[in-house]
C-alpha cells in the first residue's frame, strides 16, 4: 500500500515543473509528510486527552491544520465540496500557512519542543509545487497514509530511506546525505550505546546515524521509563544545511522519535575550549563532510588549526565526549599519513584510545570517489596499541552493488579480540614515527607485490619480442 502510495507521488513529482532533482523531491515531499505526521499525532493527543477527561489545546489553529486545508474528505469520509485546489491552495500555502508555521520557533518555549520543530522547518524551506493541482494530487496520496500504528512507521521509515538513498546518488553533494546503513549499524555494535547514555553527531545529516542507534536500542522488552528517555534523553544532533536539517527530522519521525533533538547550526562555529561537561556525551556517531575548506575565523575555534573541515571535526569530536566516552567517525583515509594532519593524529593518540581503524575500500561512498576509514576511540586513556582492518568485500561495489551487512561480519567478529588474519593486523604506538606520526594502511600479511623492473630491462624485452614477431611474420609470408 505505502509503497503504491510513494510511486503515485514520484509520478507527480516529476510533472510538476517547479521541481527539478531527487533533492527537490524529498525536501517537498519531506514538509507535506510532516504535517500529515503533526495531525494525526495532534488527533492521537486529543483522543488520549478525552478519555482521561483532560483538556487539550492543539498546537496548530484549526485553519491550520491538515484536516482543514489538505484533506479532501470530511470526517465522515465523504467528499468536502469547499477544498482548496489550483491557484487557491499556491496562494493559501505561500501567504497563509508557511508565514504562520514559521512564527512558531520564536514562541517556543525550547528548542526541543515540536513547536520550535515546526518553526525550524518552515523557516528553512519554500514551497516549490508551482501547479495546485499537482499539490493537491499529492496531498491527496499522503491523506491515505496513516502513522498510528508502529507497523506503518516501520513501512513509511523504509520507503522514506530509500528516498534518501536515491538522493544521495543524484548529485555530487547528494552523497553528504547518506552514509550505507550497513556500515554504520557495524559502527553502533563496535561502539554499544546502552539505555542511559547519550549519542552525539554534530553533522548529522539525514540522520541515519542517529536512527539506526535507535533502533539498535529500541528493544522489544524496553520499559516505559527507558523508552520515555529513548525519545527524549538520548539523541542530539547538529546540521548546518537546511534541506539535510528537515530530512534529518523527518527520518527521525518516522523511525519512531516523536521530538528529535537536533538543531539547525554550524557546528564548526562553536569554540571547542569553551565546553562544559554538560554539553559532553557519553557516544559519538558521525560522517562529517571533509575536503572544503573553512575560513579563518572558523579555525579560531580549534587549538590546531586547518583548513579541512574534516580535522576541525575530529578536534570537536574529542572535545564534545565524556571521559570515558566511545567514538566511531568515517574520515578520508589521507587523515592517517597527511603531514597537515601530524599533530592532529598526536593529540588523539595521547588523548584517546584509538583502538580500531577501519579501513575502506572506495566505492564504499557512491559517487565520493575516495577511500576512507572509521576511527574508534575512546576518550581518557591514551593509545597503546591500534587494530587495524582492510575491507574487502571481494567483489565491485556501486550503485547497484552496495555494501551488505554480511561483508562486515568478518570484521565484526575479529574486533571483539583484535586478532589478526590476512585482513587485520595491530600496530603498536612504540611502532609509530613520534615526528611524522604516521599511521598509514600497510597489511603485513598482504601478499608482496613484484617488484618492478628496470626500464633497460623493460626495453630489452620489448625488442626480443619485436624479433620473434618479425621472424614469424617472414615465415607466414614464405607460405603464401
Not at 507521488?9 to 527539478?20: M, V
Not at 489550483?86 to 500557512?97: M, S, V, W
Not at 579560531?300 to 580535522?311: D, H, L, V
Not at 581518557?380 to 574487502?392: E, M, N, V
Amino acid at each position: 500500500m505505502f509503497e503504491n502510495a510513494f510511486n503515485s507521488i514520484d509520478r507527480e513529482l516529476r510533472n510538476e515543473e517547479g521541481l527539478a532533482s531527487e533533492l527537490d523531491y524529498a525536501e517537498q515531499t519531506s514538509w507535506i509528510l510532516f504535517l500529515k505526521y503533526l495531525d494525526d499525532l495532534e488527533q492521537e493527543r486529543q483522543d488520549e486527552a478525552e478519555l482521561e477527561g483532560r483538556d487539550y489545546t492543539p498546537t496548530l489553529p484549526t485553519h491550520m491544520r491538515w484536516k482543514t486545508w489538505a484533506s479532501a474528505k470530511n470526517e465522515d469520509g465523504t467528499e468536502r465540496k469547499d477544498v482548496l485546489t489550483g491557484e487557491d491552495l499556491i496562494t493559501f500555502i505561500n501567504t497563509a500557512l508557511f508565514p504562520t508555521l514559521k512564527k512558531y520557533r520564536k514562541d517556543a518555549t525550547s528548542p526541543d519542543t515540536i513547536e520550535y520543530k515546526i518553526g525550524e522547518i518552515f523557516s528553512e524551506i519554500t514551497n516549490k509545487f508551482r501547479s495546485g493541482y499537482s499539490l493537491r494530487d499529492v496531498l491527496e496520496i499522503v491523506d491515505g497514509l496513516e502513522f498510528n500504528t508502529q507497523e506503518a512507521k516501520h513501512e513509511l521509515s523504509d520507503l522514506y530511506e530509500s528516498r534518501i538513498k536515491r538522493m544521495g546518488n543524484a548529485g555530487r553533494n547528494g552523497g553528504e546525505y547518506y552514509t550505507p546503513r550497513p556500515l554504520i549499524r557495524a559502527m553502533i555494535k563496535v561502539v554499544d550505546p546502552k539505555i542511559g547514555e547519550t549519542v552525539y553527531d554534530g553533522a548529522c545529516g539525514s540522520a541515519g546515524f542517529l536512527c539506526e542507534a535507535y533502533a539498535y536500542m529500541m528493544t522489544p522488552d524496553i520499559s516505559a521509563t527507558d523508552f520515555h528517555t529513548l525519545q527524549t534523553k538520548t539523541f542530539y544532533g547538529q546540521e548546518k544545511k537546511s534541506l539535510a536539517y528537515v530530512i534529518g527530522i523527518m527520518n527521525m519521525i518516522l523511525h519512531g522519535i516523536t521530538a528529535p533533538n537536533i538543531r539547525r547550526t554550524n557546528t564548526l562555529n562553536e569554540n571547542v575550549m569553551d565546553y562544559q561537561e554538560k554539553d559532553r556525551h557519553d557516544v559519538v556517531l558521525a560522517n562529517p563532510p571533509f575536503g572544503g575548506g573553512e575560513r579563518p575565523e572558523v579555525q579560531q575555534n580549534f587549538p590546531i588549526k586547518s583548513g579541512e573541515t574534516g580535522y576541525l571535526f575530529i578536534q570537536h569530536f574529542i572535545r564534545k565526549l565524556k571521559a570515558g566516552g566511545r567514538a566511531a567517525v568515517v574520515i578520508k583515509n589521507t587523515f592517517l599519513s597527511n603531514g597537515d594532519a601530524a599533530a592532529l593524529r598526536r593529540e588523539l593518540l595521547e588523548t584517546c584510545n584509538l583502538h580500531t581503524v577501519l579501513d575502506c575500500p572506495a566505492k564504499v561512498f557512491q559517487g565520493a570517489g575516495v577511500k576512507t576509514v572509521v576511527l574508534f576511540f575512546e576518550k581518557g586513556r591514551k593509545t597503546r596499541h591500534t587494530w587495524f582492518y582492510a575491507l574487502d568485500p571481494e567483489r565491485s561495489l556501486g550503485k547497484t552493488a552496495p555494501l551488505r551487512d554480511d561483508e562486515l561480519a568478518e570484521f565484526l567478529a575479529l574486533q571483539k579480540t583484535k586478532a589478526d588474519s590476512a585482513k587485520s593486523w595491530t600496530v603498536a604506538r612504540g611502532d609509530i614515527d613520534d615526528e611524522t606520526f604516521d599511521m598509514s594502511v600497510k597489511n603485513p600479511f598482504a601478499p608482496e607485490e613484484a617488484p618492478l623492473r628496470e626500464p633497460a630491462e623493460i626495453i630489452e624485452d620489448m625488442l626480443a619480442r619485436d624479433v620473434q614477431t618479425a621472424t614469424i611474420l617472414e615465415e607466414i609470408r614464405g607460405m603464401l
